[in-house]
């Protein structure tokens, strides 16, 4: 959760890129994908402004070997763009913050070294690569199982989230 009660929450659904919303509007939209839901879900679309309801294109982009070159490195998004269906991006950046800032503190006295700068952070890069390599393989792998089209994954898929309680969704969302 946010401050001040509020939620971040999203919904997902394969669609062509660039398509757009129902004549109904993307509250009803997302009301309409959680029909027969839990009723928290529908209380929280319902809370939610419509003005404040994005429509993005979600692409996946596989994880990459090198992040930069000498005394450059990226970290976040830009080195790792993940889809939202973890929720593991916001978390991921944070550990790359840490890494790089640990990664420079180490080699501070040396900052006028390129040589060593260097080697810092294609250290900090190989650790966050792998971190967040495994991270981007999980989101691509609950993508599919949310949209998986085989009748049988379907049906565990859904009996997973209709009989798990409640209270569960709830706590995780602290």
């Known amino acids: 959760g946010l401050s001040k009660n509020r939620m971040y929450w999203f919904v997902t659904q394969l669609t062509p890129p660039n398509g757009k919303d129902s004549p109904a509007g993307r509250k009803a939209d997302a009301l ?10 529908g209380t929280a679309i319902e809370a939610t402004a419509d003005e404040s ?13 090198k992040w930069g070159s ?16 973890t929720g593991e991006g ?9 890494g790089v800032a640990h990664a420079l503190a180490a080699v501070a006295d040396n900052f006028d ?6 080697a810092a952070l294609r250290e900090y890069e190989r650790e966050a690569i792998k971190r967040t390599s495994e991270g981007i393989a999980r989101a691509v792998g609950m993508g ?6 085989n009748p049988m ?12 309680p409640e209270s569960t969704w709830l706590n995780r969302a602290k």
């Open 70 to 85: 000498g005394r450059v490195s990226i970290l976040g998004d830009s080195a790792h763009a993940t889809s939202p269906a």
């Open 144 to 149: 599919a199982r949310l949209h998986a089209s």
């Open 53 to 65: 309801i994005l429509r993005n294109d979600v692409f996946y982009r596989p994880a990459v070997e």
């Open 153 to 164: 994954q379907c049906l565990i898929r859904d009996m997973i989230f209709r009989f798990t």
């Open 113 to 118: 070294d390129a040589a060593i700068v260097s």
């Open 90 to 98: 916001g978390s991921h950046a944070i550990l790359d913050g840490a």
């Open 32 to 41: 309409k994908a959680f029909q027969g839901g839990p009723e928290f879900i």
